[in-house]
């Protein structure tokens, strides 16, 4: 079968497991089967048939799981959001047809990826830019202490999804450039590595700006991410684990430093540590907006909600979210983002809700799911055919896997709790965007690495020989 | 570049395999302790959206009901008690805010409609959402309100300042608790408010939310005789006509005992004994039956452990002597002082009110104890019996014999002219049997006194057993201020009152 035959395959269980999902929340809610959830799922169909039949024609070797992995992420999120609020499946439903529009704009439009790599220096400028952007007086906002999002009239923006491609990128194309010399003139002095200065500044620039993530606009999560990627590429390009030794050990000398400054830093990190104890705020009433815990009810409802689903989960839409009657607080926003025991359900939390209501082994199969997307890409980076195209995949692929990470980390309580969407699950326009255009950019890559070589044709080179 | 890349991929699974690790860890491994976290609200709130079941008296009176707040889709169920104060104990309080106790503690799980995980499937199956049962309670409330009447009237035209009193009335045949009494009571809808409730257990409130009636010991003075007489007969070293002298002082554990006013009686019969509440003949007895067979009665009856009641057992408390640290002994105590329900530092008797109902309804009952209970039955939310009161035989402390014989010695008390009980009368004269008690509390001379009336009616096929007693009494004896509770509780359980 051909691996564009796999995948419309590969769409099918996807456009079911949406449609049971629905009806299955539609009953709870309702306690009737309306065709609703049979739209629901045509409509998922429909505009997944779309993508797969552009990128038949357009990408006609690209990976085949890619697409229906991603896709089903994007149903097991509307699902959620339904579960919710019908509103806000509604509306991340037409987020994930604006995106899988931008996918096949992006894939139209860059044609030959490779050209992004003369723009590196731009593109590396603009997505430093975007971070700063929320900082900016008139369109930024703070959320719990973070600078996370601008505010361009109606709509609100998290410009460090799209920054994270953009660094990727950058940093991609410099170090498939100057790999050879960061190893080559590397000199040993006192038993360490000593990378050659001149070529290793840019990349201390980009240390650097995630540090500043860190001050200026205090977004832990994305900074664990941006840097992750980082070493990856790091590792990927020069194979040197000492430079990511050194770099991890950097980021923690800095990350300390910096917690023991920033007070919304250091409250993140001790309610992770110190989840249960009376008051591990160190935020003062002022410091704090109105309504706000410094976070430490979040985590604790997080794992709360997990402590219901237990190993198969309440079921979909049984488990306890909106508060009712006189627990409700008094509420100027609209449910879920007030009056919810779960705070951030649709955002953040998604994860502690999935587990709340499909158990364990819901939660498992999720990540497994990740899992599977992040073979895909790194298998997409060891067919690629240059060192611009291997870096680029591994550094999409390792910057989505770690997005996850960092988040169900954070649900977990495995790492501090940090505001970062989970991929295609959380409710969120600049998310769905930003992995749509990172999703267009590895299929590329994936067709590039899959296409068949030409069959070597010697009459050509013969000509050129010849003399004038 | 390619064998990096695999290593890369082999630590983002190690990353996901953590992930999956830690939620496994919330949500399987430690899920119990998260749920019992203080700050997890969800049990309680979950809780809370289940409409508790009703609780009423056997003859149909509401005691207890729930009504939605907040309205909506998701409305919480709240508890009111519509009759107040009257049924405050036994039936207790559910709240959010402050915490359950008594009946709608012991019957939470009905109460709240709590499934088993295999009719939760299939209820969740075919949507049936969950709903409390309804509870029956054994209370008559004709019978309850008169005795929670003649109880106040009482403490009030004879207790001292705070003092209070209770009132057990048991079905002797079924173990049906027909009235529970303990005063001072107190209003759970009140009790809603922390504030309140904080109030109320505090020192100088007069302790209106321990329950006397299961939870005080007091000690029993002379309504211990009957246990005394009984394990003398039933072991059978003694007749109802062994004679001993009824004189006084005499010397009881190295220590001279006197009688009630240092009255004098010559070479009595234990009927006599028992008519008139002679302490030196019941001492003898005592003393001459030993601790080992006194402990063995006491236990038989149901004395050194809680009661077998449907109840919290941090409500209860055992009966029997206690050592001045407050410890139930069964050695090394004054046996003889024990036996007419005094004692010393080494060991005093002290019995709840409840215990003291069971050893009136042993006897009524024909010598078998049957075991108390507060629920006649439960109805599920569409009417069908899911639980009935089927009568259990807990013990049976003495024989059929020793019963009957009691029965007879406990109706001279009544009914003799020369009984402690004799102005006592109930339902037009139909005879009854009976045993007063009035213990002195603290330094004699200040008259402060613990009277207690014991007694079933009618003698011949009892219908009701009842035990009434006031705390710190000025100048009270058992058949002229606990006699009048107990008779007009008869009068009321026997449809003449």
Redesign the interface.
Known sequence: MSARNRELLALIPVAILVTAGFTAVFIVES?QIGDISLIYGGYFLAVCVGVHLFIRVRLPYADPYLFPLCALLAAIGLVMLFRINDDLALKQASIFVGGAVLLALTILFVRDYHALQRYRYLIATGGILLLMAPRLPGIGAQVNGAYLGINLGPFSFQPAEIAKICIVIFLASYLAEKRELLTVAARRVAGLTIPPIKHFGPLLVVWGATMIMLIYIRDLGSSLMFFGAFL?LL???T?RLSYVITGLALFLVGATLIASQITHVRDRVDIWQNT?DKNPCHLTKQELHAGEDCGVGQI?QS?????????FGQ?LG?S?L???????PNCQQPFPDCGS?LPAPHTDEIYALI?AEL??FG??AL??V??LI??RG?KT??MARD?FS??LA?GLT?VF?LQA?VI??GV???IPLTGVTLPFVSFGGSSVIANMILLALLLMISNDARRPLPPPREAEPMLEELPA | ?????????AL??V??A???G???????F???T??D?T????PL??E??VRRGLIKTADGVTVAESH?????K???Y?RDYPQGSLYGHPVGYSFVQTGQTGIEKSENAVLAGERNEFTSILD?LR?VPQEGQNVTLTIDSHIQQVATQALQQEIASNGIQGAGGAVVALDPSTGAVKAMVSQPGFDPNTVKDQGVLERLNSQGSGAPLVNRATQSVYPPGSTMKVVTAAAALDSGQFTPNSVLSGHSPQNIGGVPLFNAGGEEFGNIDMTTALTASVNTYFAQVGEQLGTGTMVEYMKRFGFYSDPALDYPSDEMAPSGPYNSSGSLVTSNFDVGRVAIGQGGAEGQDLTTPLQMAEVAATVADGGKLMQPTFVQQVTDPDGRVTQKLSPHVQATPISPQTASELTDMMTHVTQDPEGTAAGLTVAGGVPFAGKTGTAEIGDPADGINQPWFIAFAPAQDPKIAVAATIERCQGCFGAEVAGPVVTQVIDAALGSG
């Not at chain 1, 794992?303 to 237990?310: C, M, N, R, S």
């Not at chain 1, 909106?322 to 409700?328: C, E, S």
């Not at chain 2, 570049?1 to 991929?9: A, E, F, R, V």
């Not at chain 2, 830690?22 to 399987?28: G, I, L, N, P």
């Open positions: 306690s990856a590792y990927v390009a194979a249960f604790q794992l709360f909600a997990q402590a219901d689903g237990g190993l079921g049984e306890l909106k508060l009712p009657g006189p627990f409700a025991i587990v158990g364990l939660g498992a990540i497994v990740y899992a992040a073979a790194f980076a060891v060192g291997k870096l591994t390792a896997a990470v169900i980390g977990v309580k495995f | 570049m390619n064998s990096p890349i695999t290593k890369l991929y983002m699974l990353l996901f953590a992930l999956v830690f939620t496994s860890y919330w949500a399987v430690d899920s119990n998260l749920k976290e700050a997890n609200r969800r709130i979950e809370q959206q939605p707040e907040g309205g909506g998701n409305p919480v709240v969740q949507s």
